[in-house]
Structures are given as C-alpha cells and as structure tokens.
C-alpha cells in the first residue's frame, strides 16, 4: 500500500467502522509487544481455533482527525495538517519520529487513542556517514529520510514527547545523493513534555472530569485544526 493511499482511506468517522488490514495486523503487533497490552494475549478471530484464552481484536475503529494533548496542543493526520502530525515519541528508551497517518480508538480499549505513524528513518549512506549536525548537538537536529516505500507502525498516543519541525532537503544536499529532511525537536523550547494522554471517545464518563494516573487534567479530541503547531 503506498502513502496516498494509506491516509486517504482514513476518513474520520463517528461511529465505529472497520479499519484497514494493515492497520489492524500493526495494532495487533504492538498490543502484544507493549505494557500494559502485552499482559493480554490478543488475537484475530479465527474459526476453529481454541482462543478461550486470548482477547480477540475486533477489527473496528472510530477514525479521529485530531486530539489535544494536556498543553492543548494539536495533533492531526497528516492529510489535514501536515505540521501538527510530525512528532516525536519513544517505544523503549529509543527516540523515534515520523509523521501521524491515522488516528484511531475501539471499545475494547476505552482509555486509550492510538496512532499509525510512517517512520522518518536512518538516511542510507555508502561511505563515511554524513552528520551535518554532529558538532551542533544544541540545535537538536536529525538528518534523516521519508523511505519511498513507507514504513510504519501503530503507537497508543501516550508514547508522544512532542511535535518536531520539518525541512525537506532535495539530493545533493549535503553531498547525499538522495533526498533527505532535517527534523528539528522543537517541542523542548516551547515547554516541558506533556505528561498525560487525552481519552478516547469511549472513556468512562467520570475521566472526562478528573482521575489518577494518565488522564488527569485531559482535553478531549479536538473539533478544530489550528494553524501551525503551537
């Protein structure tokens, strides 16, 4: 499936309804990877098999444009705004970042939203590798590349640091051959990191209010796409 198609399937909706293959096998991968899913063995429904023992995944979404974090920051699919969706998020201890797809929530997971992020990977270099920005660490820069063939995974939003600044560089730029962008953490200079996920559309009425943990203090998704990222 190649990027255009993968973003322009992704209508948001209001009831649930039935998500990509894709986007569910990547969902599914990442609820048995990470905590507090992975303590659940999550599977697909299939006839004929024992799965007493497992959750199953029914493959059905609500498809969000956008949410808020506790900064009331934007972040959208990148078909609506493609600034609001380049971010910045960790999965174990690893910086990471790419550009939000798809944004979705399920009942099965009231008090969550999840994202499909295509990755913003390594810059494949033959030779000496290149670091325009190796001795200008405080600017918080990353050469890295959007692959012509997306890679991507799905995150529950909570992994989220922050949004980062985007410049494409065409090739030659740099002496690399190929087209590369220079992604710039920005979030850090506006504010500290959010600290809280915004709830799911299926989150029990009283979290909308205030709760312990990660939904303190939470703004729902949001009906609006502001200019800009901040």
């Not at 690399?176 to 009425?205: K, M, N, Q, R």
């Amino acid at each position: 499936m190649n990027h255009e198609e993968g973003t322009q399937g992704a209508k948001p909706t209001k009831s649930p309804t039935p998500i990509e293959a894709e986007i569910y096998d990547e969902w599914l991968d990442y609820l048995n990877t990470y905590p507090p899913y992975s303590s659940t063995n999550w599977v697909r429904d299939t006839p004929g098999i024992d799965q007493s023992h497992s959750t199953i995944v029914e493959p059905m979404a609500i498809l969000l444009p956008c949410f808020k974090d506790a900064q009331k920051k934007n972040y959208t699919v990148e078909t609506g705004h493609a600034g609001n969706s380049y971010i910045h998020f960790t999965l174990e201890g690893k910086d990471l970042f790419g550009s939000i797809q798809t944004l979705f929530a399920t009942e099965q997971c009231p008090n969550a939203i999840f994202a499909r992020v295509s990755l913003f990977l390594d810059v494949d270099q033959k030779g000496p590798r290149i670091d325009p920005y190796s001795k200008i660490s405080s600017l918080h820069y990353r050469l890295l590349a959007r692959p012509k063939t997306p890679k991507t995974i799905v995150i529950c939003i909570k992994h989220i640091i922050g949004h980062v600044a985007v410049l494409s560089n065409v090739s030659g730029v740099f002496g690399i051959d190929i087209e590369t962008i220079s992604v710039a953490i920005v979030h850090h200079l506006v504010s500290e990191p959010p600290l809280f996920a915004p709830l799911s559309p299926y989150a029990a009425p009283e979290l909308r209010v205030s709760s312990p943990g990660c939904h303190t203090g939470i703004t729902s998704c949001c009906t609006t796409i502001q200019r800009g990222f901040w």
